[in-house]
């Protein structure tokens, strides 16, 4: 492999860890915080002094689970060309087909 060949496979290697770390995390968030609140919240819980409800949490997460989806149909495409990458592979159409799902992410910020 040429100098540039292997920078472009290590790039994609990167791109590939960066996002198994992304949808790791999103899946952490949603499994240790969102779901135990959900599940504890079927009445206001005393926390820290306020209340916490399940319209907080709602709002707090928003559309997370939604996000994780997209996220994980990306992670999986990527594993799939990184899997056989070659001299003529390239990542920017899997991130390309992701563009429509990009709205779930101005939901989710435009909560805050």
């Known amino acids: 492999m040429r100098k540039n060949e292997a920078k472009r496979a ?21 499994s240790a915080y969102k779901l135990p609140l959900e599940n504890t919240l079927d009445a206001p819980v005393q926390h820290q002094g306020g ?11 928003l559309n997370i689970e939604d996000i994780c989806e ?6 999986y495409a ?17 991130f390309l087909r992701l563009t429509p799902a990009l709205h779930l992410y101005n939901v989710y910020n435009g909560g805050y």
């Open 10 to 30: 290590q790039v994609a290697e990167e791109l590939l860890e960066t996002e198994r770390s992304y949808v790791a995390g999103i899946k952490l968030l949603v």
């Open 51 to 61: 209340l916490v409800t399940k319209a907080d949490v709602a709002r707090l997460f």
């Open 70 to 75: 997209e996220s994980d149909k990306v992670l």
């Open 78 to 94: 990527l594993e799939a060309r990184v899997r056989q990458w070659g001299v003529a592979s390239c990542v920017g159409d899997v």
